[in-house]
């Protein structure tokens, strides 16, 4: 038995997102069924659907940011109960049994499968996994988020994909008082990184193309900002920061912004540029610099992000759209023309 609910799909790289149905599963003794509420649009959604990332399993409903309310839950559920505020992020399952998922890391699963995606993945039972631009879901409990009620599920939909891809790499890093953070970008991941850091203690900067956005930026917590336009930029910077943050995934001149670093500073790298990394030898040995990568967050660390961003009242900056301004929202997306991230009312479905 399965459920059949509403969806929008992508049917190829070109054609538009369009409106279909899909099956999903009975509950099982350790799921979680739930209505979405709200899905983000994260870029990766584009890159999967436009088959910029190698070509997807069309039909394609993606989304990875799923916010809503618990319906029903399997007769061996502990951890949520119906009416409950509940996530889910960019994967809905994984090995279980290697190290990393062991330790909380199941982002990073090297068993067998690996971790399975929100959508564009096949899940253990054999079918396809869809995503967010639906009506509901049904996923395993130890995948499923809480979503503090202090959070609305509206703003809580991107702090399951934007908000632990940020939220990661600067506790890994140890952001906090003292600590100078630079984030590259101020889009939908960057916006979420500066409160982030803002919050945390640490002292933000934000490295963006222009100065169009620095209102924003300085009004959501950032101490400076810079246009890095102006190669006074790099000068005036050389050597000041602790980490950085590239949330752009443009092919960058890696060599200036190593040489942004402090001694022992690293660079870490989060959205996915199309072209490899050229880096240079001397900016980086010649402080001791690193170079590294960070990829979501396992689910403990989502939970801890979800609780600190309720403690700290940290929410991105959204715009809620209908189902049928996908679309658009795609368009305005490559455009950059979104603050800061579009969220879809999945009631419109």
Not at 69 to 95: A, L, M, Q, R, Y
Request: overall charge negative; glycine content about 12%.
């Amino acid at each position: 038995m399965t459920t059949t609910v509403s969806a929008i799909a992508a049917t190829s790289a070109t054609a538009p997102l369009t409106k279909t149905t899909i099956e999903r599963r009975d509950v099982g003794p350790h799921d979680v069924a739930f209505d979405i509420k709200f899905a983000g649009i994260c870029h990766s959604d584009i890159h999967t659907v436009k088959a910029e990332w190698g070509e997807p399993n069309y039909p394609v409903v993606a989304g990875h940011e799923l916010a809503g309310v618990v319906t029903e839950i399997g007769s061996e559920v502990t951890k949520f109960k119906v009416g409950d505020h509940v996530g889910v992020g960019c994967f809905v399952d994984s090995c279980r049994e290697c190290e990393q998922c062991k330790a909380g890391l199941q982002q990073y699963c090297t068993g067998e499968g690996g971790m399975i995606g929100t959508y564009n993945a096949t899940g253990k039972d054999g079918t396809p996994t869809y995503g967010g631009y639906s009506q509901a879901t049904v996923v395993d409990e130890n995948y499923v988020l809480n979503i503090p009620d202090s959070i609305p599920l509206d703003k809580a939909a991107p702090l399951l994909c934007a908000g632990v891809t940020l939220f990661s790499p600067l506790t890994h890093w140890g952001a906090g008082p003292g600590k100078k953070v630079a984030i590259i970008g101020l889009g939908g991941l960057g916006h979420v990184g500066v409160k982030l850091a803002h919050a945390m203690g640490a002292e933000v900067t934000v490295l963006s193309q222009s100065l169009k956005k620095m209102e924003d930026g300085l009004r959501l917590g950032a101490n400076e900002y810079y246009a890095t336009s102006d190669p006074d930029t790099f000068t005036k910077l050389a050597g000041k920061f602790d980490l950085i943050l590239n949330t752009v995934s443009a092919n960058l001149d890696m060599g200036a912004y190593i040489g942004l670093l402090a001694i022992d500073g690293t660079l870490v790298e989060l959205g996915a540029p199309e072209q490899p990394l050229e880096v240079p030898f001397f900016p980086l040995a010649g402080g001791r610099r690193s170079l590294s990568g960070s990829m979501i967050g396992g689910i403990p660390e989502t939970q801890e992000m979800l609780d600190f961003c309720a403690e700290h009242d940290v929410t991105p900056e959204i715009e809620v759209i209908s189902a049928d301004y996908i679309n658009e929202a795609y368009e305005r997306v490559l455009a950059s023309d979104v603050r800061y991230r579009f969220v879809i009312d999945t009631a419109t479905l």
